[in-house]
């Protein structure tokens, strides 16, 4: 995937989105310049495999997809900086790994929970997530 969006050799970072970054969607259509530059950007493509890859295999990546999901009708500039931040942090941690096996506390299954309230500032939309663990290894 980093080889397909021409990043494989890029700088890795540490965090799955910039931070501070506060985005929301463009009360106007984007500008002529923006149209121009994301022309040629595969925008959709790389939301839908970073998509694909928080659901499989990455649920460290599954915020930053979801929030850069929401731009699908109207990415521009900032919208794909973000995108190639985020495949600079898949590689940073491409070699990551769930570790499965025997568990300090008696229960085997384990799970958490969080919410933002109306974090989405266009929509007010809240946004939730959830990981559950067994065996001490997220399953979903």
């Known amino acids: ?52 890859l928080a659901n499989g295999t990455r649920p460290d990546i599954a915020y930053a997809a979801g929030v850069l999901a929401r731009f699908n009708n109207c990415a521009g500039k900032a919208e794909w900086i973000a995108v190639k931040h985020l495949l600079h942090y898949i590689k940073g941690t491409i070699d990551y790994k769930l570790h499965y096996g025997p568990h300090p506390h008696p229960a085997a299954f384990a799970s958490f929970s969080d919410a933002d309230f109306a974090g989405d500032v266009n929509s007010a939309k809240s946004t939730t997530g959830f990981v559950l663990l067994m065996g001490g290894g997220a399953v979903s």
């Open 1 to 52: 995937m980093l080889r397909h969006f021409g990043v494989e050799d890029c700088a890795p970072v540490k965090t799955p989105m910039i931070p501070g970054l506060h985005m929301e969607k463009p009360a106007t259509p984007l500008s002529a310049e923006e149209v121009e530059y994301m022309k040629d950007k595969p925008y959709l493509h790389a939301i839908g495999e970073l998509t694909w």
